[in-house]
Structures are given as C-alpha cells and as structure tokens.
C-alpha cells in the first residue's frame, strides 16, 4: 500500500497557525481512520489526533487538545490537521497514517503500510 503523503508543515512563531494535509490518493478515505502523529528530535514518535472511518469521532492527544483539530475531505481524499495557538513543543515532522480506528490513544498503537516522508514543523521565535 502507498504510503501517505503529508504536506503544510513550515516555520511558525510561537501563537501561530499551520494547516497540515494529508494526502490519500490510493484507496477510499471515507472507509479509513486516519492518525496523525509527530516525532520530535530525539523522542519517539507520537499519536497526535485521529479521526474514524465513516467520521466515526475524532480522538486528540492531551497535549494538542483545544488547539488542534483534525477534519475531512472524502472527495478530495485528504485529512487536514489545524494547529493554532502553536508551542515550541510542538516542534516536529508530522506523519499521517491509515490506523486500525480511532478510540483513545491505543488507536496509535499500529498502523498500516509503510511511513510516509512526513512534514517538518518548527515552532521557534
């Protein structure tokens, strides 16, 4: 399976706002869950937000909550990630990934295909 392929990421002062996309061009996005994940230098990669096949709910890591949300274009096969109110933290490449489903933060846990080559975002005044 093709992996997918994220696009948006930038440099951004503290306070500011990116628009992720994720591209999915090689299967049907309505009937997938799709995670969003971040790996900072040095740190292991993370699950940052999901959103479930059908639009079966959405899941958002404590750290993101209230100032990312995840949404959907089926049409245009693309899951978007907007982050506001951005942190020095979140400081990172961004990956996207099809996912088991998206029910709390075990739906991170696997993922399937291969890592796509992610989109770097900086956060830094």
């Known amino acids: 399976q093709e992996p997918l392929v994220e696009s948006g990421g930038g440099v951004v002062q503290p306070g500011g706002s990116l628009k992720l996309s994720c591209a999915a061009p090689g299967f049907t996005l309505d009937h997938s869950a799709i995670g969003w994940f971040r790996q900072a230098p040095g740190k292991q990669r993370e699950g940052v937000s999901c959103t479930g096949s059908s639009d079966r709910g959405t899941y958002y890591a404590t750290s993101v909550k209230g100032r990312f949300t995840i949404s959907r274009d089926n049409t245009k096969k693309t899951v978007y990630l907007q982050m506001n109110s951005l942190e020095p933290e979140d400081t990172a490449v961004y990956y996207c990934?099809?996912?088991?489903?998206?029910?709390?933060?075990?739906?991170?846990?696997?993922?399937?295909?291969?890592w796509g080559q992610g989109t770097q975002v900086t956060v830094s005044s």
């Open positions: 990934a099809r996912v088991p489903y998206c029910s709390g933060s075990s739906s991170f846990q696997r993922i399937y295909g291969s």
